[in-house]
């Protein structure tokens, strides 16, 4: 149990585009989900903290604006990247609350041109 | 705030050689701690993990025991594979805090045949 799935695995986009990326619990209901942003070779940095029913928690630094979370029901989370630049080109992983733990989605890489 | 520190990498082994990342927390509440391994190109997948002092979490070989007056969660295994070439990452997680995880900057690890 506590499967968590992520669409697209992959994606490359034009520099000024939207992108958007969904979580998704397969066989659980996820009030809270985690969007991460890792960079090559470093450790995940937590973007927002998606709650379902109402706005995205943000971490400091992470601009909500351009980094656009609806978590319009219990098992779905998606994050649009609005406007992409080549600098926002990193893998994103998502991640499911299930009680104390988190069960991670496989990551979507995403590459802007 | 709370942190995890994880033994830098890489760290490179000769496969059955005896395997220990050493990992160190802080934490203002009595978190969950976890260990996750990443392939490449992957996401996270949940090794094992450990809620309250002197629980030893164990999974394919590998363990590790909270140690509240260490605040420690080292991982062990005492004979590496080459399949168990990957990056591991220690974590902790507090119910007070959403949920959410502190992550490790991950090891690195080679196993060489």
């Known amino acids: 149990g506590a499967v968590v799935s992520q669409h697209p695995s992959w994606v490359i986009c034009k520099s000024g585009t939207s992108v958007k990326i969904e979580c998704r619990s397969l066989?659980?209901?996820?009030?809270?989900m985690f969007w991460y942003r890792q960079f090559p070779k470093q450790s995940l940095m937590l973007m927002a903290t998606s709650n379902e029913g109402s706005k995205a928690t943000y971490e400091q630094g992470v601009e909500k604006d351009k980094f656009l979370i609806n978590h319009a029901s219990l098992t779905l989370s998606t994050l649009t990247v609005t406007s992409a630049h080549p600098e926002d080109s990193s893998f994103y992983i998502c991640?499911?609350?299930?009680?104390?733990?988190?069960?991670f989605g496989p990551g979507t890489r995403l590459t802007v041109t | 705030g709370d942190s995890v520190t994880q033994m830098e990498g890489p760290v490179t082994l000769s496969e059955e050689a005896c395997l220990t990342i050493?990992?160190?927390?802080?934490?203002?509440?009595?978190?969950?701690l976890f260990w996750y391994v990443q392939y490449p190109g992957e996401g996270l997948q949940l090794l094992l993990k450990a809620t309250k002092a002197d629980d030893k979490g164990s999974n394919k070989g590998f363990e590790a025991t909270y140690r509240k007056e260490t605040t420690s969660f080292h991982l062990e295994k005492g004979s590496v594979q080459v399949s168990d070439s990957a990056v591991y990452f220690c974590a902790l997680s507090l119910n007070t805090n959403a949920g959410k995880s502190t992550f490790g900057d991950g090891t690195t690890l080679t196993v060489k045949p």
């Open positions: 050493n990992c160190t927390y802080t934490a203002t509440g009595y978190p969950s």
């Open positions: 066989d659980f209901q996820a009030t809270t």
């Open positions: 991640s499911a609350r299930k009680q104390y733990e988190q069960s």
